[in-house]
């Protein structure tokens, strides 16, 4: 079974830090591109950033550029989301997916057979 479990949300303040973490399972991790995605209540999911776990060439959204930072650990088969300066507006429930698009420079797509439950993220002000 593919497994891509995202955790480590929670309550925050406003411009605090929160890292997620997502563990793939199921799948050849090495080499494949891993995308962040949120949905924030009224609003469509959408993608934030993505990391070719190969290269580690990543990609992030203009509204987390400079905040949030992706990662990859090979040897645990984890992907981590470093989010710093956290907004009110962030407030959404986090998804890790498996990128089907393979653009390195876009954001990215998730594999619509492998959504999980997410993890939901509220930053209070």
């Known amino acids: 079974e593919v497994q891509l479990q995202a955790s480590g949300g929670g309550l925050v303040q406003a411009g605090g830090s929160l890292r997620l973490s997502c563990v793939v399972s199921?799948?050849?991790?090495?080499?494949?591109?891993i995308g962040w995605f949120r949905q924030a209540p009224g609003k469509e999911r959408e993608g934030i950033s993505c990391?070719?776990?190969?290269?580690?060439?990543?990609f992030y959204s203009d509204s987390v550029k400079g905040r949030f930072t992706i990662s990859s650990d090979v040897h645990k088969s984890t992907v981590y989301l470093q989010m710093n300066s956290l907004k009110p507006e962030n407030t959404a429930v986090y998804y890790c997916?498996?990128?089907?698009?393979?653009?390195?420079?876009?954001?990215?797509?998730?594999?619509?057979?492998?959504w999980g439950k997410g993890t939901l993220v509220t930053v209070s002000s």
């Open positions: 990391i070719d776990t190969g290269d580690n060439r990543t």
């Open positions: 997916n498996a990128d089907v698009d393979p653009a390195t420079d876009s954001a990215p797509t998730g594999d619509v057979r492998y």
């Open positions: 199921g799948i050849t991790f090495d080499g494949h591109g």
